[in-house]
Nanobody
Framework: QVQLVESGGGLVQAGGSLRLSCAAS????????FGWYRQAPGKQRELVAR???????NYASSVKGRFTISKDNAKNTVYLQMNSLRPEDTAVYYC????????WGQGTQVTVSS
């Protein structure tokens, strides 16, 4: 059974940093692409960053240069390092595994105060 468990969210001041983690189980982790998405109140869920099975990455233009996605195959964990956070980064952040129809974690709240 595929499971994704996010952690690391919280409240931070503008300009601060957070690191989100997504622990995956029930899959062959190393061959799967993963993505971090976010959804702010009243807005659609959007892709923030994606990492391929080979480690290639791509980012939304709004976070490029500030966020970094990475993964540790030994720990079956995907990370999202978020620096220079802005109030507009406030959202629930979700991890997605590109397995079959796709699997989602439960989400972790990130709140950036001005």
């Amino acid at each position: 059974q595929v499971q994704l468990v996010e952690s690391g969210g919280g409240l931070v001041q503008a300009g601060g940093s957070l690191r989100l983690s997504c622990a995956a189980s029930g899959m062959t982790f190393s061959i799967r692409p993963f993505g971090w998405y976010r959804q702010a109140p009243g807005k659609q869920r959007e892709l923030v960053a994606r990492i391929s099975s080979t480690g290639s990455t791509n980012y939304a233009s709004s976070v490029k240069g500030r966020f970094t996605i990475s993964k540790d195959n030994a720990k079956n964990t995907v990370y999202l390092q978020m620096n220079s956070l802005r109030p507009e980064d406030t959202a629930v952040y979700y991890c997605n595994a590109e397995v079959g129809a796709g699997y989602w974690g439960q989400g972790t709240q990130v709140t950036v105060s001005s």
